[in-house]
């Protein structure tokens, strides 16, 4: 493949698929060879087979079945566990969700993500396919005592920041909460979307006071993971609900 005036981070970013943020990062670490020749800087190049990256990808020998929930024909549904990364960010990453994509249903594409620690179903469609309607419901335990249910039609800015804002104004992806159980100090919620945006969930809870339990980046909480899990998906009609025995209900 021969890309004619490109810079160093965006020519990583085709040839290996990985974001241009890990690009500078592997750019910085002395990582990266043009022509044979080690560069640090985002240098413009004139052929991108000449770039390489000095990074062994690691190699797996994925057991399939532990992963794949219900596949249709034009349908997949995946469970993630948490800790598993939905699409590889760095070449020597542990295996991610979309290595199965890759490896076992290339005709395939994942349309959602979720985060590192969140557990749960994530879609794929064939290539071909037209999303027509979905729906996606998330369990998520919370501090603090909701007593009642409610909606939350925020729009959320999440442009080229880490940390998302919520703002004083109405978006186009509401969250329907409905309160499933309360404790002393902490509440079980399941939360129905159509598609979230990347932390969609977890900022607005934060924002109303409610932020999930393990959340270190929009809470306080040093538990052990992020008590979030996407636990129903449907898609063009097709849905598929976790068995009982992976809700994280019964956590508490």
Not at 30 to 50: A, C, F, H, P, S
Not at 112 to 140: F, H, V
Request: hydrophobic share 35%.
């Amino acid at each position: 493949m021969s890309v004619s005036a490109l810079k160093v981070t965006e020519a990583l970013f085709i040839k290996y698929k990985i974001s241009k943020r890990v690009a500078k990062k592997y750019l910085k670490s002395g990582l990266v060879e043009y022509r044979t020749k080690k560069v640090n800087k985002d240098i413009t190049i004139e052929n991108i087979n000449d770039l390489e990256l000095k990074v062994e990808k690691k190699s797996f020998d994925i057991n399939v079945e532990n992963y794949i929930l219900l596949k249709t024909e034009n349908t997949l549904f995946i469970y993630k566990p948490p800790f598993v990364h939905t699409e590889r960010i760095r070449l020597e990453d542990d295996i991610c969700i979309s290595d199965l994509i890759d490896n076992y249903f290339s005709d395939f594409r994942l349309i959602s993500r979720l985060d590192y620690e969140t557990d749960g179903i994530i879609p794929a469609i064939k290539e071909n396919i037209k999303i027509i309607n979905q729906e996606k419901m998330y369990l998520a335990w919370v501090n603090g005592i909701v007593d009642k249910n409610f909606t939350i039609e925020n729009r959320i800015d999440a442009a080229k920041k880490r940390k998302v804002i919520v703002l004083d104004e109405e978006g186009d992806n509401e969250l329907s909460i409905t309160v499933l159980k309360n404790l002393p100090d902490k509440t079980l919620l399941s939360i129905k979307i159509e598609s979230a945006h990347r932390h969609q969930i977890r900022a607005s809870l934060a924002h109303y006071g409610y932020p999930i339990i393990g959340d270190k980046l929009y809470g306080k909480d040093n538990y052990s993971r992020l008590l979030l899990q996407c636990y129903y998906t449907s898609i063009n009609g097709i849905s598929y609900k976790l068995p009982e025995d992976k809700l994280i209900d019964k956590v508490f």
